[in-house]
């Protein structure tokens, strides 16, 4: 994994509330998500410390995806209940939309990589054609969270931004950990 998704993953989990966290949970899923995708474990290569180097980094991809969607989906929840308390039930909708599927996505994949380790995870085709279903649906999002959508939640939520959990309460109590 490179250093600085390493480097993100440390500060995410610090200060900030639950939108930092989220902002900062989709520019780290930007990288896990390129770095899944370039370690795809190369066809008719001979090499076997290639393909095992590759295996094992898109392993580790793969259970980093799990734990930074986790929170993901954890901020989102949490972002929202704000959202709703204060009325702006349109955008609340918006940020959850892909919520549900997300959560049972996670679940499964939760389910597949507990216990197995990086190299079980980049054999297995169902862990991977799970990782490409929530992959859509984050790369979906970050089409135009990043930019727009979490900009925009700051600017509605002004003074009530203060009733969102912090990023450190949002990471304890995240799905899958």
């Known amino acids: 994994m490179s250093r600085s998704v390493q480097v993100r993953r440390h500060r995410a989990a610090g200060a900030g509330d639950a939108l930092e ?16 995708d370039a370690n795809t474990p ?19 991809y793969g259970k980093s ?8 989906v954890a901020a989102k929840t949490d972002v929202a209940r704000v959202l709703y308390d204060r009325g702006m039930d349109a955008l609340a909708d918006d940020l959850v939309r892909h919520l549900p599927q997300a959560r049972r996505l996670l ?22 054609g799970t990782v490409g279903e929530l992959a859509a649906l984050i790369r979906a999002d970050l089409g135009i969270e990043p930019a ?3 900009p925009r939640i700051a600017a509605a939520l002004g003074e009530h931004r203060c009733e969102l959990h912090s990023a450190r309460w949002v990471h304890r109590h995240a799905p899958t950990h």
């Open 21 to 36: 966290l989220l902002a900062a949970e989709d520019r780290i899923l930007i990288d896990i998500l390129e770095g899944w």
């Open 42 to 60: 190369p066809a008719g290569v001979d090499d076997t410390g290639t393909v095992v180097r590759a295996g094992y980094q898109r392993g580790t």
């Open 65 to 72: 995806l799990i734990e930074h969607a986790a929170l993901r």
């Open 107 to 128: 679940d499964r994949l939760d389910e597949m990589a507990r216990g197995v380790d990086a190299m079980g995870i980049a054999a297995s085709t169902s862990f991977a």
């Open 148 to 150: 727009r959508t979490v």
